[in-house]
Nanobody, 124 residues
Framework: QMQLVESGGGLVQPGGSLRLSCSAS????????IGWFRQAPGKEREKVAC??????????VYAESVQDRFTISRDSAANTVYLQMNRLTIDDTAVYSC???????????????WGQGTQVTVLA
């Protein structure tokens, strides 16, 4: 059974950092694009970062709102994809979830195996 589990969220002050983990089980995440998404209360879900599969590798993609602050990476041995988030702002407050998909440039509807999400709260 394919499963993704997110962890690493928490409460942080503006300007702080967090590293989120997306741990895969039941499949090798190396062969899938893995996206990080977030949804804040009252807002639509947004894809913030995505890393392509190792078979069809392309540079990671980022939403403009997180460019140069967030970095997505994968650890094949741990079957885990990370999201390093630096210089956090109040606008980054959301539930962050990861999902697997065919490619980073595919529509969100094609992403599947959603995790339960992890809450990130940025509060002064």
């Amino acid at each position: 059974q394919m499963q993704l589990v997110e962890s690493g969220g928490g409460l942080v002050q503006p300007g702080g950092s967090l590293r989120l983990s997306c741990s895969a089980s039941g499949f090798s995440s190396d062969y899938y694009a893995i996206g990080w998404f977030r949804q804040a209360p009252g807002k639509e879900r947004e894809k913030v970062a995505c890393i392509s599969s190792i078979e069809f590798y392309r540079d990671p993609v980022y939403a403009e709102s997180v460019q140069d602050r967030f970095t997505i990476s994968r650890d094949s041995a741990a079957n885990t994809v990370y999201l390093q988030m630096n210089r956090l702002t109040i606008d980054d407050t959301a539930v962050y979830s990861c999902a697997e998909g065919p490619a980073c440039d595919e529509d969100e509807i094609l992403f599947d195996t959603w995790g339960q999400g992890t809450q990130v709260t940025v509060l002064a």
